[in-house]
């Protein structure tokens, strides 16, 4: 009999400091910055965001996530045979963050590693993890998007400050002989890594280039939804489903217009979409899966349903999953 994956928990974790568009203005006025919710709201969607305090890492975010996956999986720690963390905000430069918050949990002797995708980076993960699994080299996987890019972001450029936040989510994933993912498709063009990037490196004790976020956000939108509608069409026609089957599309959270365009290509309503954007801003590879935990925990996605996962981001990077809760 085939072997699948499916998930049957997940977990998320925001920071305790949320700010509004207003909070956030008040704090870029301090240095000369000018940006308006009205500004924010209408180009992006965004209403609030959560930043982390300077001690927070995103193992501590990740792990606060997996732990509550886990246990809606009804799982341990010691059940997990395979940690993957999607992260562009790692604690250190070495070990991954998936081996600090693998001992942070205290499931020692399992495989964990990162993976570096940026906004796609759940989608890398999930893919991997289910790769894996259908392999037989894990039966019980804990895969997490966690960011802290509040550290990347350059509080002078009001163009890219004012669109991200800090945050975590989780899902457990297990080996099932009942289909949960169907399909996914993963794609990346290194031919334009300039539009979305931190150019700084690590070399000889200091920081050299510049480590804050640059990005060409026009370029960015114009690709973005393309990409995202060839990803979701890839493996719906891979799993043999048309568009009109999704009960739920849960789109990388950047922005609502792209949100909407992606929505629009597929002919769905905006209210067959997970947003979390609102509240959450931009939280890279911790995007997805949070706007997932935040939609089967207040109700809306159910059991057995039909659910589109889609990522965009640096590299660039893309792909989707498609699969049935
Ligand atoms: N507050 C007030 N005014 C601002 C702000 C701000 N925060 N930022 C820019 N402006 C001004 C600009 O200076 C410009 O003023 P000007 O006309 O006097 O020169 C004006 O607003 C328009 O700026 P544009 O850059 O043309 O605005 P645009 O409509 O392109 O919106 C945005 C910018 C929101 C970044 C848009 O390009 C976008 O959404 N791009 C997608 C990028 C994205 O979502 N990236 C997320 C990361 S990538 C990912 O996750 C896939």
């Given at each position: 009999m085939r072997l699948y994956s499916r998930i049957t928990g997940t977990g998320s974790c925001l920071p305790s400091r949320r700010l509004t568009n207003a909070d956030l203005a008040d704090e870029l006025a301090t240095s000369g910055v000018v940006t308006t919710d009205d500004w924010i709201v209408e180009r992006t969607g965004i209403r609030a965001r959560h930043f982390a305090a300077a001690d927070v890492c995103s193992s501590d975010l990740g792990v606060e996530a997996a732990q509550q996956a886990l246990q809606a999986a009804k799982l341990l720690a010691s059940d997990i045979d395979l940690i993957i963390v999607a992260t562009s905000?790692?604690?250190?430069?070495?070990?991954s963050t998936a081996c600090i918050l693998q001992n942070k949990l205290g499931a020692h002797g399992c495989a964990a590693f990162d993976v570096q995708a940026v906004c796609s980076g759940f989608i890398y993960a999930l893919t991997i993890a289910d790769a894996m699994i259908k392999a037989g080299s894990a039966t019980k996987a804990l895969v997490i998007g966690a960011e802290v890019f509040s550290r990347l972001l350059?509080?002078?450029?009001?163009t890219t400050c004012v669109l991200f936040g800090d945050g975590a989510g989780a899902v457990v994933l297990e080996a099932s002989r009942t289909p949960g993912i169907l399909a996914s498709d993963l794609h990346a063009d290194?031919?334009?890594?300039?539009?979305?990037?931190?150019?700084g490196h690590v070399s000889g004790g200091k920081v050299l280039g510049d480590p804050l976020l640059k990005m060409d956000g026009k370029a960015v939108f114009k690709l973005a939804v393309g990409v995202l509608d060839e990803a979701a069409r890839a493996v719906l026609a891979k799993a043999g489903k048309?568009?009109?089957?999704?009960?739920w599309l849960i789109p990388h959270q950047a922005n609502i217009r792209i949100m909407q365009g992606a929505a629009r290509k597929l002919k769905?309503?905006?209210?067959?979409v997970i947003v979390t954007v609102d509240q959450h801003g931009n939280t890279s590879a911790a995007s997805i899966p949070l706007a997932l935990d935040s939609g089967i925990r207040s109700g809306k996605i159910k059991p057995g349903e039909l659910l589109m996962l889609e990522g965009v981001g640096g590299g660039f990077t893309w792909g989707a999953v498609l699969l049935n809760l």
């Open positions: 905000t790692p604690d250190m430069v070495f070990p350059d509080f002078k450029d009001r290194g031919k334009h890594v300039g539009i979305l990037c931190v150019p048309v568009a009109a089957d999704i009960d769905l309503p905006m209210d067959k």
